[in-house]
């Protein structure tokens, strides 16, 4: 028997689910409080369903079910999909999409969902990424409006601040300029997610060694150095947003660049927090099934983003045939825990921990005194821990101090 959990997984100790189950309280609260409602889906989905062309390179890190019983007919089998049928969830989004394709007509229009789930991704382990993780997301469907962008980001930024995160950074983007400012250095459009890929790793390589990755895929040099142009004649303000539309001109969608600035002049004048938000012409995303705006967050400690999302349009379409605008925003609960943890956070307004130590062999009737008087104390709203008393009762007290218990109560056949 192996005692270690299987690679990317691991056990949670104590200390780390307390701060784990306030984060998801406040979680809870505070989307609540923007109007968010609560589902929950399935961890196990279609294979059909996941392996859609949506997921973008999570489609490679699928954990496969097999067929079971008569349906599984491995000599029969010509390939590996003719032994799965099933799946474990990747992310949230898709899920969600099934969902809403399953039950709108018994959800409220506008639909705001929250969701917390784990999901599963073959990927490989480093810090802050696991094989198993919890992801939380809010999501609006059936708005087309900006409203929606602006929403979501107004509820993770507050939410975020609540946690006592300062400083940190929204950047924001719109796929719809991503590919005019593509359209407009010279690329073809069947090229784009090869592009976007490249320009994807422009934070690791510079704008030089993007321009160099594009002309070794064979693209020619004059698009790729106009590409790089683009992007170094525009900054992160809003007026950056505007002087790319006027750049772009005929090749951009005046109603995106408006848009734009309509959600990120919306976010500045709504925040609770301390943030900033930077318009981000680099900003890609990963997932293929993007449509509009797109976003993430990065929080300062942490060498990568800690959430993200954007508008697409189109996934809830591939069920139902009819496309429904759809907008979502999920943190990296995984990341914003190990963050916290590393922080020392300690749980606010927690209740008062009291620890009643019991002598040995203490008799019955003493005991149910005992048991009454801790009982009491908790209905007067602390956290009340009973033991035995051990031999070496001083390691005991030191140990119960370290796990933050502020008093310690030593109960005796005779008294306190």
């Not at 394709?101 to 991704?121: T, Y």
């Not at 592009?195 to 002309?215: C, P, S, T």
């Not at 170094?232 to 539309?245: A, F, K």
């Not at 759809?326 to 943890?341: D, H, K, N, P």
Request: a negative charge; one cysteine or more.
């Amino acid at each position: 028997m192996k005692k270690k959990p299987v690679t990317g997984m691991r056990d949670i100790l104590p200390e780390e689910m307390e701060i784990r189950n306030y984060a998801m309280n406040l979680i809870r609260e505070t989307y609540g409080s923007f109007g968010f409602l609560p589902l929950e889906t399935p961890c196990v989905e279609h294979i059909e369903n996941l392996s859609s062309n949506q997921g973008g390179e999570n489609e490679k890190l699928i954990f496969k079910i097999l067929k079971r019983g008569e349906k599984l007919k491995i000599d029969q089998a010509q390939g590996e999909m003719d032994l799965v049928d099933g799946g474990l969830r990747y992310d949230l989004t898709l899920p969600l999409s099934r969902y809403y394709a399953n039950n709108a007509s018994k959800l409220p229009a506008p639909f705001k969902a929250l969701q917390m789930g784990n999901v599963w991704r073959a990927d490989r382990p480093q810090r802050g990424r696991f094989r198993q993780f919890m992801q939380c997301d809010i999501d609006t469907l059936g708005d087309p409006s900006c409203l929606a962008e602006i929403e979501l980001i107004a509820a993770t930024t507050t939410l975020l601040g609540r946690l006592g995160f300062k400083g940190f950074t929204i950047r924001i983007n719109d796929r719809k300029i991503l590919k005019a400012m593509a359209r407009y250095s010279g690329f073809p459009e069947e090229s784009f997610d090869t592009v976007f890929i490249i320009l994807d790793k422009m934070d690791k390589l510079g704008a030089q060694g993007v321009a160099q990755e594009l002309r070794n895929e064979g693209f020619p040099a004059e698009a790729a150095d106009k590409y790089m142009e683009l992007f170094s004649q525009v900054d992160s303000s809003v007026e950056g947003v505007r002087r790319c539309g006027e750049i772009l001109g005929d090749a951009a969608d005046a109603e995106s660049i408006d848009n734009l600035i309509r959600i990120m002049e919306s976010v500045e004048a709504v925040r609770t927090a301390d943030f900033s938000v930077k318009f981000d012409p680099a900003l890609v995303r990963g997932m293929s099934y993007y449509t509009g705006p797109i976003f993430e967050v990065s929080i300062d400690g942490f060498g990568g983003s800690v959430g993200g999302g954007g508008r697409y349009d189109e996934m809830i379409g591939k069920f139902t045939g009819q496309d429904t605008c759809a907008c979502g925003f999920s943190i990296g609960f995984e990341r914003i825990v190990m963050l916290l943890m590393e922080q020392k956070f300690q749980v606010p307004a927690a209740r008062k921990k009291i620890a009643c130590l019991i002598e040995k062999n203490m008799p019955s009737e003493r005991m149910q005194e005992i048991l009454k008087q801790a009982q009491a104390l908790r209905e007067a709203g602390n956290q009340v821990n009973t033991a035995v008393m051990k031999k070496n009762k001083k390691f005991q007290k030191e140990q119960l101090k370290e796990e933050g218990y502020e008093e310690i109560l030593e109960f005796y056949r005779e008294g306190l």
